[in-house]
């Protein structure tokens, strides 16, 4: 059964750094075809995609946060960790990891399972 | 920067048919962009429908399909059931991010 999780603070200050880390189980950081998404979604609105870290280590963001986000993975551990930079109560919200892989045998992309989310507040 | 675009809100009647859909400030809709469909009730995390234009998970109830039509991802709900009363996002591969659409309000009444 393949799971994620997301772990981090629940309360960030304004102008401090996020760092959320994403367990994995059930799958291989190193597989063929493997990523991890990060998405967003703050309070009664839609997610929002923030970046994604595939089995070659290549890196994409949201172009609009580019400049605040840092992905990373510790495959020995199994992990997937975003760094977001001076946080503001605009990024209050719940923070989700997602598998998101590429079977270079069907051609296909799934975007599932979701984790069950971090709720991140930033106080004003 | 690239929208994905989608109704605000859409309402039927159990048992009815409605399309959602799906569009992309870039241009048309096609496979390329590997269109996903997503599931959210109040409290949950949003849950996957629909991957790669047309497939269902195992978990996807059958009177769920989608499609490219005119240019755009759509999602039908044939024969809908008051437990499908939910918030629909799609969300479309472009160039190695991934872009959320606005989401669509469904209303089973």
């Known amino acids: 059964q393949v799971t994620l999780r997301e772990s981090g603070p629940a309360l960030v200050k304004p102008t401090q750094t996020l760092t959320l880390t994403c367990t994995l189980s059930g799958i291989s950081l190193s597989a063929s075809g493997m990523c991890v998404s990060w998405i967003r979604q703050s309070p009664g609105k839609a997610p929002e995609w923030l970046a994604r870290i595939d089995w070659v280590e290549d890196k994409y963001y949201n172009t609009s946060l580019k400049t605040r986000l840092t992905v990373s993975r510790d495959t020995s551990r199994n992990q997937v960790v975003l760094t977001m930079t001076n946080m503001d109560p605009v990024d209050t919200g719940r923070y989700y990891c997602?598998?998101?892989?590429?079977?270079?045998?069907?051609?296909?992309?799934?975007?599932?399972?979701w984790g069950q989310g971090t709720l991140v507040t930033v106080p004003s | 920067q690239t929208v994905v675009t989608q109704e605000p809100s859409l309402t039927v009647s159990p048992g009815g048919t409605v399309t959602l859909t799906c569009g992309f400030s870039?241009?048309?809709?096609?496979?390329?962009?590997?269109p996903g469909w997503f599931q959210q009730k109040p409290g949950q995390a949003p849950r996957a429908l629909i991957y790669?234009?047309?497939n269902k998970h195992s978990w996807t109830p059958a009177r769920f399909s989608a499609s490219l039509l005119g240019g755009k991802s759509a999602l039908t709900l044939s024969g809908v059931q008051p437990e499908d009363e939910a918030e629909y996002y799609c969300l479309l591969y472009y160039a190695g991010t991934r872009v959320f659409g606005g989401g669509t309000k469904l209303t089973v009444l």
């Open positions: 997602v598998r998101d892989e590429y079977s270079f045998e069907s051609g296909e992309w799934w975007f599932d399972p």
């Open positions: 790669s234009t047309s």
């Open positions: 870039a241009g048309a809709v096609t496979s390329n962009y590997y």
